[in-house]
């Protein structure tokens, strides 16, 4: 029982484009959400969270979206650079006691092209 | 400061062995969790540790089991090694239990287990 997914294995965009990277999840007890990026030989590096009580979350170029109704999230990055290639994972958690559980997607592999 | 760091970085097991995987903390930082994370998959939740004592777990057997260190490092043991048990193991670290919703966690770069 997958709770957290993410339907597109890959993507590919022209430099300077923007890049949304979708993330679907079941679990409504959901609070809070997470996007990481990860490098070959490196571990995920954090990008963005967004809370429940949010629907949106700006840092810089990257922007992420949450519908609650939807059960949906949604990063976006503009302007698309080539050092973003790299796979982006989705994760969410409901918090029980300050404990925080991430439950993971299995990753874009995002590839932006010069 | 330093980041999160892993070791060793590689190791072969053979199947019904055990296991001692290691990690260094952020500095700092007082939460510690363990992720498993095979070929093609996201990371899998195995159990945090906040300052020495567990505090939460995933879906892993008790044959996984970890400590917290005074110094806030951590290990994470696994026993009788199967061969589904071959996966990247990523140690991730937090400043505390409260600031992993908005700053989520650092990681390193992981331990690549392999059981043969």
């Known amino acids: 029982d997958q709770q957290v997914k993410q339907n597109s294995p890959s993507l590919s965009v022209q430099e300077g484009r923007i890049s949304i990277l979708n993330c679907d999840y079941t679990n409504s007890m959901f609070d809070y959400f997470l996007w990481y990026k990860k490098y070959p030989a490196e571990g995920p590096t954090f990008l963005i969270s967004i809370s429940s009580i949010k629907d ?30 790299a796979v982006y994972f989705c994760a969410a958690s409901a918090t029980t006691s300050g404990t925080y559980k991430y439950i993971f997607g299995t990753g874009t592999r995002l590839k932006v092209l010069a | 400061e330093t980041g999160v760091t892993q070791s060793p970085t590689h190791l072969i097991k053979t199947r019904g062995q055990q296991v001692t995987l290691r ?67 990523l140690c991730a670290s937090s400043l505390d239990l409260l600031r992993q919703g908005v700053e989520g966690y650092t990681f390193g770069s992981g331990t690549r287990l392999t059981v043969v």
């Open chain 2, 23 to 89: 990690c260094s903390s952020q500095s700092g930082h007082n939460t510690v969790s363990w992720y498993q994370q095979a070929l093609g998959q996201g990371p899998q939740f195995i159990f945090q540790y906040y300052r020495e004592e567990e505090n939460g777990r995933g879906n892993f057997p008790p044959r996984f089991s970890g400590l917290q260190f005074p110094n806030y490092s951590s290990e994470l043991n696994v026993n009788a090694l199967e061969l589904d048990d071959s996966a990247l193991y």
């Open chain 1, 56 to 85: 949106k979350n700006e840092d810089g170029r990257f922007t992420v979206f949450l519908n609650k109704s939807a059960k949906h999230l949604s990063l976006h990055i503009v302007p698309s650079q080539p050092g973003d290639s």
